[in-house]
């Protein structure tokens, strides 16, 4: 124990949304409500605006405009639209609503997988782990359910009490304002 910090300190996250960090990542997609949809999908790419840079979302059905693509500016290539799934899950790690954007392949076909199983079914219905792991420069992922299990009422009441509309993020709008 220091005599200045606890041991268990932490710096407190404020994001409202979840990055994949090295080790488990423990999440419950949370469900739809309100008509709004679970999930939503499509394309990605980044554009400078002003001093920073801004991601747009684009639905699936629509074309990407090649004359807005620009150079990454640590690697100087051209950033190819990147393929995208975007849902409201809880983070068990942070104990935080947030909104994971899935550009992983790999992580994406595992949760359709699962999805697609009739012992599992939808991925609302049970905590998923998201494994990251590095080595050598490599990102990888892997995908393991936990059995399934009624959601925490104290995580629902948490949902309930918030406004989530994940297709703001088409118009480049703040999700989590009704504005």
Not at 48 to 71: A, F, W
Request: hydrophobic residues 35%.
């Amino acid at each position: 124990m220091s005599d200045f910090l606890p041991d268990e300190y932490k710096e407190p996250v404020t994001s409202r949304y979840m990055k994949f960090e090295e080790g488990e990542n423990r999440v419950r997609i949370l469900p739809a409500k309100l008509g709004k949809p679970i999930l939503i999908m499509g394309w990605e790419y980044w554009k400078t605006v002003g001093e920073g840079r801004k991601p747009v979302r684009l639905h699936t059905n629509e074309t990407v405009p090649i004359t807005e693509l620009e150079n990454n500016p640590k690697t100087g290539k051209l950033e190819q639209p990147r393929f995208f799934w975007a849902l409201v899950v809880w983070n068990y790690n942070l104990k935080a609503i947030q909104i994971l954007e899935i550009t992983q392949k790999t992580v994406r076909k595992a949760l359709e997988a699962l999805s697609k199983n009739s012992k599992w079914g939808s991925p609302t219905a049970y905590d998923v782990i998201i494994t990251q792991t590095e080595a050598n420069d490599n990102t990888s992922y892997s995908v393991l359910p936990d059995p399934k299990s009624a959601i925490d009422p104290e995580i629902l009441a948490k949902y309930d009490a918030m406004f989530v509309d994940l297709e703001a993020l088409y118009l480049g709008a703040d999700p989590f304002s009704p504005t």
